[in-house]
């Protein structure tokens, strides 16, 4: 069942580098990040990569297989033909570091700009109660493994260098409406993802969806539901003021 | 010169981890100037990849569980070899640990009346583990990560800098801790590393260094843990004149997967167990049941009807002995398979399939059946899965106090997490891991910013040579020439490791891996790195590669000397537990290039703790002598 495969790998630094031909031995049940480790151990010490876990937990493999996102870990080879070549090129939306190591700082700056979890004053540890039913939703977003995929997809940064000031991207997205959907958050969300955060730029192609390795629904459970509640957050200032001083109580949102 | 960035800081935090974050968090709520600095992204230490959950006798689904409870499970699990006052700070305090997690934002899975909700896992008499479906240890992580950010932004709107009092430095890997004097003699004075990114070095100016780096399994072939658990900060230590005790014990899960190849040793999760999931043999037998040691059979059940009541009714039923602790079950499927009656593929089934509906199965263990699923094509909800032993957790670790995680033997040297030693004697219970590193890496963030309190304007200064001789030791694979190369050197010792100081252990065996890691020792110290500085996994490896070599011996030394079997240590040619070892903690400390071990005794356990657990159990563990204090002892 072993059999050598072609692969192109990106080998290169800040100041550019090209695609590199390499042929290399791939056994039964492997994935992509062993194939770039075979190529370590044999061919090329230095090539550059993120991993931690290979088991799809770390979010750190991430990069572009044949042009698509993807964790190295999670790709299986046997999703390719014996004599297909196999490309595995950086994140595009990041700046190259080395080989397949962008730099993502970008994602740790737009993090430290949502304001934290905000519990209602008073509430001591050991007192919280919620209920499995209205923690699910914000537990959909906290699968988040911050692999960052979804940020390179999503068109509204991937070629656009100019709009990252303004657009903190899908993964950002999610955080805040983890936030607003938290039964004991109680700080106002939704203005600020459109006034801070970009999200009227998303035009809801749902790339980000498609790529995600945990399955969260992105476009439809947080950006889509966010987009409404800050229509209403802005153009019912009674109401937005209201549920901020009682404190939103669960299920009154929608 | 060598050129180098230069930072001054209170308290240096090495690891982000659980024990890490946590640590940096009290430092910097204790008013200290704090970095953290690590090997990976921020937020993706191995902690993460915690599964099953974090235990705390928070009493939400039993409300019979108490610290007591909590504290007993602990030193039984660890076969009384436990640090007593560890385990016991450590059952008092992880209900605090967890409810202020809530209070960061952490999303429990909940309980019907909206509590956090709490799962059985092996050897916790109760359900005890805080979860979050199969994904807890992301949970934690993320919880802890977004408090500092949080702890940063009050910074951003105070000071104008979100770094001025909290920063991390993320892939960036410490190579030495520096003194003010000879090692022996000195106190910590800062920390020597470098970039990953760049291969630039830096160099930390503090007077207290928290070494919260986790475990060793990557000197292991087959073992769950990640490339960082190289055992660096054990070798920091080491190097500065700390001590280890306890590294024969090592804690091989019963359960990782054995196939494919590529993924053998990744874990699956005790929560498979705890939720219902059984072990069968080849002949599709549970044979657990055949193997419930003496001193835990009035705890589990002897047939299989009871053990399936157990799960619905708790109070009037023994638990099923696939819950005993990991060594118990480990040793178990190490036997069947060699028997002959294992997998087609070297392991055991793992099955749920036949005991738990689809839905529930995707529901309660969705990363389990993610994992199967995409990497080896098994439908857990149909199938069994195929599982063997994987080296999972090292107890042994630095020796610290119980209270401030201070190191006995160099000042301003602390410790917490896996990479610390003691709490959890010769066996680790699962869940007891997440709740250790949050109750003692607090400790220790606590305990480095007293003792820096304490040194007022005295603040120890680095020599500089010692920085030029750590930048040289960084650099010296380059320099050298025709030397191997160091993955080459990686794969000699994992395998020697994994054959021959492995689950079962023999003094001949033993004895070969000294030979070899001897002879490995000279060959690590002439290998070769070809390239530049500049994000290279071939140097990087190699700088790792010394720290595992170190932790090595210590495991193989410990492993020689201890001639009993006790939880993590299990010597066939001294098969049985033998109270008198039970009172023995071994110390590994460095001495130029050896490792030399010495006895030293444990700590004796407080009477009023003893007095918990009844007579006739501690004379499983405890020489008759040490009981002569125990309320019904026999006058
Ligand atoms: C798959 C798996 C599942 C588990 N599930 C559970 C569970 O359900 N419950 C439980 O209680 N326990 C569990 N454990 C055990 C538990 O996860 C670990 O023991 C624990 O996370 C260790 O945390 P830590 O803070 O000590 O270190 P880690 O989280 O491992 O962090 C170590 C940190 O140190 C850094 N570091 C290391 N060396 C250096 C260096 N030289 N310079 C700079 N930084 C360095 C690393 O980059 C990292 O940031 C599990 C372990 C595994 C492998
Ligand atoms: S749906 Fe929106 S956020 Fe997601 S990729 Fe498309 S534009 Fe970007
Ligand atoms: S939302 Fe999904 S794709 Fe985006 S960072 Fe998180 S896990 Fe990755
Ligand atoms: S290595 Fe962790 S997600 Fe791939």
Known sequence: MAYDASFRVWRGNT???????????????????????????????????????????????????????????????????????????????????????????????????????????????????????????????????????????????????????????????????????????????????????????????????????????????????????????????????????????????? | MTDFERHQYDVVVIGSGGAGLRAAIAAREAGK????????????????????????????????????????????????????????????????RVWELEEWGALFDRTPDGKISQRNFGGHEYPRLAHVGDRTGLELIR?????????????????????????????????????????????????????????????????????????????????????????????????AGGTVLNMEFIQFHPTGMVWPLSVKGILVTESVRGDGGILKNSEGKRFMFDYIPDVFKAKYATTEEEGDRWYTDPDNNLRPPELLPRDEVARA???????????????????????????????????????????????????????????????????????????????????????????HGSNRLGGNSLSDLLVFGRRAG?????????????????????????????????????GENPYTLHQELQQTMNDLVGIIRTDAEIKEALKRIEVLKGRIANMTVEGHRQFNPGWHLALDLQSMIIVSECVAKAALTRTESRGGHTREDFPTMESDWRVVNLICSLHGNDIEIVKQPLPIMTNELLSLFEHSELEKYLAIDELKDHPEAKR
């Open chain 2, 143 to 239: 919880t802890l990560q977004q408090k500092i950010v949080s702890l940063q932004q009050q910074d951003e709107k105070d000071l104008g800098d979100a770094e001025a009092m909290l920063k991390v430095f993320a892939e960036c890997t410490i190579t030495d801790l520096l003194l003010d004097d000879e090692p022996g003699k000195g106190k910590i004075a800062g920390a020597f590393g470098y970039y990953r990114e760049t291969g630039r070095f830096v160099v930390f100016d503090t007077a207290a260094v928290v070494v919260a780096t986790g475990g060793i399994g990557k000197s292991f072939k087959v073992t769950s843990n990640s490339w960082e658990y190289t055992g660096d900060g054990l070798a920091l230590a080491m190097r």
């Open chain 2, 333 to 423: 499927i190490n036997s069947e398979v060699k028997a002959g009656r294992g997998s087609p593929h070297g392991g055991v089934f793992l099955d749920i399939a036949s005991r738990k509906s689809p839905d529930v199965i995707r529901k309660k263990l969705p990363s389990m059946y993610h994992q199967f699923k995409e990497l080896a094509d098994v439908d857990i909800t149909v199938e069994p899965m195929e599982v063997g032993p994987t080296c999972h957790y090292v107890m042994g670790g630095i020796e610290v106090d119980p209270d401030t995680g201070a190191s006995p033997s160099v000042q301003g040297l602390f410790s917490a997490g896996e990479a610390s030693g003691g709490m």
């Open chain 2, 33 to 96: 100037k704090t970095a953290v600095v690590c090997k990976s992204l921020f937020g993706k230490a191995h902690t993460v990849m915690a599964e099953g959950g974090i235990a705390a006798s928070m009493g939400n689904v039993n409300d019979n569980d108490n610290w007591q409870v909590h504290f007993r499970d602990t030193m039984r699990g660890g076969k009384f070899m436990n640090n007593y006052r560890m385990a016991e700070l450590h059952a008092k305090e992880a209900p605090d």
């Open chain 2, 446 to 482: 606590l305990g480095a910013s007293a003792y820096v309190e304490g040194l007022g304007g005295n603040k120890p200064t680095a020599k500089e040579e010692d920085i030029t001789k750590a930048a040289d030791r960084a650099q010296a694979p380059f320099t050298h020439e025709g």
């Open chain 1, 15 to 254: 100041n550019g580098g090209e695609l590199t031909n390499y042929k290399v031995s791939v056994n039964e049940g492997e994935v992509v990040l062993d194939i770039i480790h075979r190529l370590q151990q044999t061919q090329t010490p230095d090539l550059a990569v993120r991993w931690n876990c290979k088991a799809g937990k770390c979010g750190s493999c991430s990069a572009e297989v044949n042009g698509k996102p993807a964790l190295l870990c999670m790709t299986r080879m046997n999703t390719f033909t014996e004599d297909e070549t196999v490309t595995v090129t950086p994140l595009r939306t990041f700046p190259v570091i080395k080989d397949l190591v962008t730099d993502v700082s970008f994602n740790y700056q737009k993090a430290r700009e949502i304001p934290s979890f905000t519990p209602p004053e008073g509430l001591k540890p050991g007192e919280y109660r919620m209920q499995q039913v209205d923690v699910e939703r914000s537990q959909e977003f906290r699968k988040c493994i911050e692999c960052f995929l979804c940020q390179d997809v999503c068109h509204v940064i991937r070629d656009h260098e100019d709009n990252k000031p303004a657009f903190s991207g899908p993964r950002f997205f999610i955080r805040q409406a983890e936030l607003d959907m938290h039964p004991l958050d109680t700080a106002s969300r939704k203005r600020d993802a459109q006034e801070k955060h970009g999200i009227g730029l998303c035009n809801i192609t749902k790339c980000c969806t498609e790529v995600c390795p945990e399955h969260i629904k992105i476009t439809d459970n947080a950006i889509i539901p966010m987009k409404e509640r800050v229509a209403d957050a802005k153009y019912d200032p009674l109401r937005w003021l209201g549920a901020k001083i009682r404190g939103r109580q669960p299920g009154d949102v929608e």
